[in-house]
């Protein structure tokens, strides 16, 4: 574990490195591309670079680790040790010029993540740093975290849809019946941008939900390991272990989870 730790602290040092820059080129105004080829073309321009600098300095400090593709298209691999990372998670944020998204990395072992770090440059001015690694707690800022406890009326839960979820009818369905089941159970339901950013935010109390359904390993996988570590109960929609090859995700403070389950069980 403090093998880890030590891991991690470099890949949190890279990771600000190339948040920091992204930043620093981010537009105040938004894009004024018109069309998706537009969008993607202005958006390679800024993220390319900085997930190349990303891959060469995660694969200097851990080289024998493979790197899977930013844009996951198949599963993660089973067997081996794996960088799966994104430099700019949020992007559509990120080009709109709002604050919210962050860098991502994770190391994952044999299909499960071992450490990750998530990095928000430009939340509450200062940025917000998340990391955890496998057994050995989870940090915001250097500090331990753990989820705060609530009533489910007085919750604020947060929710998403994968890249790709219109490809998946059941998953599009149940992210639609979800979502107004549980925004007549909860406070309020948002979408605060990046994924991981938002399931990290679970274990450090700043949302007390976070839910999904459809296939988003790539996105969920740091998250989900900084929650979990933070002490937040992690699991697929039906209440079964989350893997990366789940079909939905449910993080929640461990008390009210299962509040959380029924309203969700509901959905089919």
């Not at 044999?110 to 990391?131: I, Q, S, W």
């Not at 955890?132 to 915001?140: P, S, T």
């Not at 489910?152 to 890249?163: E, G």
């Not at 697929?236 to 009210?256: E, H, I, K, R």
Request: hydrophobic share 50%; proline share 7%.
């Amino acid at each position: 574990m403090d093998g880890l730790w030590t891991l991690a602290e470099g890949v949190e040092a890279a990771v600000r490195e190339v948040g920091g820059r992204l930043a620093a080129g981010r537009p105040v105004e938004p894009t004024p591309a018109r069309t998706a080829a537009e969008a993607a073309a202005r958006f390679a321009e800024l993220d390319g670079p900085a997930a190349a600098e990303l891959r060469e300095r995660l694969s200097a400090l851990h080289p024998g680790a493979g790197w899977v593709p930013e844009e996951l298209d198949g599963p993660v691999p089973g067997q081996g040790e794996w960088w799966v990372c994104d430099a700019t998670d949020g992007a559509v944020q990120y080009l709109l010029g709002q604050p919210h998204w962050a860098v991502t990395a994770t190391l994952v072992r044999d299909g499960a993540a071992v450490l990750a770090v998530v990095h928000a440059p430009e939340l509450f001015g200062a940025g917000r740093t998340y990391r955890a690694v496998l057994g050995g707690g989870a940090q915001l800022d250097g500090r331990p975290i753990a989820p705060l406890e609530r009533e489910l009326a007085v919750t604020v839960a947060a929710t998403s849809q994968p890249p790709r979820v219109v490809d998946d009818p059941v998953a599009l369905r149940r992210a639609g019946a979800s979502l107004s089941a549980m925004a007549g159970a909860v406070l309020a339901v948002r979408n605060l941008g990046p994924t991981a950013l938002q399931v990290a935010q679970v274990g450090s109390g700043h949302l007390a939900l976070f839910w999904e359904y459809g296939a988003d390993a790539g996105n969920l996988l740091p998250g989900a390991l900084i929650a979990s570590e933070a002490g937040a109960a992690v699991t697929d929609a039906a209440g079964a272990a989350w893997t990366a090859g789940s079909d939905s995700f449910l993080a929640a403070a461990p008390g009210l989870h299962a509040d959380a389950l029924g309203v969700l069980r509901a959905v089919s």
